[in-house]
């Protein structure tokens, strides 16, 4: 469990100096991450290209950035928080179904690896501003190999009717238009399938379609240098990921010996083991056949159980008293959704107790908005056994209104 590297007299004097709800990584849980994917893809030095979404805190990206890696990006804020953050241009991949032509001038001004486009359309409006900038755009395409992930429908990404990638198809078309224009440079093509996958055959079906289509268009004369098999391997809530030697060798078995660079995508697998969600119980009440802890953290905080029905483990902070009940936890917003976990088992808590939700570093503060005019927590980085250090301030009511005019 991920609770040894969060001990319970640290993350009380965390609350007691940050206040709650509050936001706490662990230095030491995210480079661990890290550490397993280089040791699994050793042998194939792929690019490791961090997926800000899922947690774009500047101090987690620099420790990525650190570490050598590259960053996925899906946002002109996005790669402004990139470079922010640390990581070199030439390792920033920018994917997404909606650049703007602003967004796309801007990723060219900066010289990042290459634009990962997802509509022919899209492609027509990079070489527009390549050809605005007097330039040459790098371009991959994202391809939706058609595979099916078995994860939840809303981070299954690599089906056809979803509104991810091209055909294989549409692709060739695509690619061959780019190979004749001036102001477009062919570099890679890139699949996602969605995110939770704990199996490597997907994977493996995914890969093998998108070696065999690089294959071909090398044979009409369009040779690229980088093949990018997405990220999205598997983490359960309240663990650290699992390890991602299958997933390597199922890469391995497919672009070992090509000549391709790989890229992968790493996000939530590093990012959501690495923090915790501190909140305070402030009342318990009965309803019905309920019994129901309400705390100061609420949905605003962390959408992901009231969005995907995510069942993030909870736990009292420091020993409890009394026999176990269920207990559904909620917050102050005005939603019957407003809910961090139903049925959570726990020895009653006081009110004022202090509550971990675990595995909230993905996703959790980088999907939290101002929702019911709530100011959005603070964060804080674990950095030794008894050390930590506040990486950004709790809002404040000013902040609420603070880019409103009269």
């Known amino acids: 469990?991920?609770?040894?590297?969060?001990?319970?007299?640290?993350?009380?004097?965390?609350?007691?100096?940050?206040?709650?709800?509050?936001?706490?990584?662990?230095?030491?849980?995210?480079?661990?991450?890290?550490?397993?994917?280089?040791?699994?893809?050793?042998?194939?030095?792929?690019?490791?290209?961090?997926?800000?979404?899922?947690?774009?805190?500047?101090?987690?990206?620099?420790?990525?950035?650190?570490?050598?890696?590259?960053?996925?990006?899906?946002?002109?804020?996005?790669?402004?928080?990139?470079?922010?953050?640390?990581?070199?241009?030439?390792?920033?991949?920018?994917?997404?179904?909606?650049?703007?032509?602003?967004?796309?001038?801007?990723?060219?001004?900066?010289?990042?690896?290459?634009?990962?486009?997802?509509?022919?359309?899209?492609?027509?409006?990079?070489?527009?501003?390549?050809?605005?900038?007097k330039t040459r755009a790098p371009l991959s395409l994202r391809l939706n190999p058609d595979v099916e992930p078995h994860t939840h429908k809303y981070?299954?990404?690599?089906?056809?009717?979803?509104?991810?990638?091209?055909?294989?198809?549409?692709?060739?078309?695509?690619?061959?238009?780019?190979?004749?224009?001036?102001?477009?440079?062919?570099?890679?093509?890139?699949?996602?399938?969605?995110?939770q996958v704990h199996s490597p055959a997907p994977y493996a079906l995914a890969a093998r379609r998108l070696a065999a289509f690089i294959l071909q268009l090398a044979s009409s004369?369009?040779?690229?240098?980088?093949?990018?098999?997405?990220?999205?391997?598997?983490?359960?809530?309240?663990?650290?990921?699992?390890?991602?030697?299958?997933?390597?060798r199922a890469v391995a078995g497919v672009f070992s010996g090509t000549g391709l660079r790989v890229i992968l995508e790493p996000g939530r697998s590093v990012s959501a083991p690495s923090g915790v969600l501190l909140t305070r119980v402030v009342y318990r009440k009965r309803g019905g056949h309920k019994n129901f802890l309400i705390v100061d953290a609420a949905m605003n905080d962390l959408i992901r159980p009231a969005l995907y029905g995510a069942r993030h483990p909870v736990a009292l902070v420091g020993p409890g008293r009394g026999p176990e009940k269920l207990y559904d936890i909620v917050g102050a917003v005005c939603e019957t959704g407003d809910f961090l976990a139903e049925g959570a088992r726990l020895r009653e808590p006081a009110a004022g107790r202090l509550l971990a939700v675990y595995s909230a570093g993905a996703y959790g503060f980088s999907m939290s908005s101002q929702y019911n005019s709530r100011p959005r927590a603070a964060e804080v980085l674990i950095t030794g056994p008894s050390s930590w250090r506040l990486?950004?301030?709790?809002?404040?009511?000013?902040?609420?209104?603070?880019?409103?005019?009269k």
């Open 391 to 405: 990486i950004r301030r709790r809002e404040t009511y000013k902040d609420l209104v603070a880019a409103e005019m």
């Open 155 to 195: 981070i299954t990404t690599g089906r056809l009717g979803s509104k991810f990638g091209v055909t294989f198809e549409e692709a060739r078309k695509i690619y061959l238009y780019a190979a004749e224009s001036d102001y477009l440079e062919p570099v890679g093509a890139q699949f996602h399938i969605g995110s």
């Open 221 to 248: 004369g369009v040779r690229l240098k980088y093949a990018d098999v997405g990220g999205g391997w598997g983490v359960k809530e309240g663990s650290e990921m699992s390890d991602p030697a299958p997933l390597a």
């Open 1 to 133: 469990m991920l609770s040894r590297y969060f001990k319970p007299s640290l993350l009380k004097r965390i609350a007691a100096g940050a206040g709650t709800p509050v936001y706490v990584y662990s230095r030491a849980v995210f480079l661990r991450q890290i550490a397993a994917y280089k040791k699994a893809f050793r042998s194939l030095d792929p690019l490791f290209c961090y997926a800000m979404k899922s947690n774009s805190s500047r101090a987690l990206c620099a420790l990525a950035a650190r570490e050598g890696w590259g960053a996925d990006v899906v946002s002109g804020g996005e790669l402004y928080r990139a470079l922010k953050a640390g990581f070199a241009p030439p390792k920033i991949i920018f994917s997404g179904v909606g650049k703007t032509p602003e967004e796309l001038e801007f990723a060219l001004k900066t010289g990042i690896l290459f634009v990962n486009a997802e509509s022919f359309e899209e492609v027509l409006e990079l070489e527009r501003a390549a050809a605005k900038l």
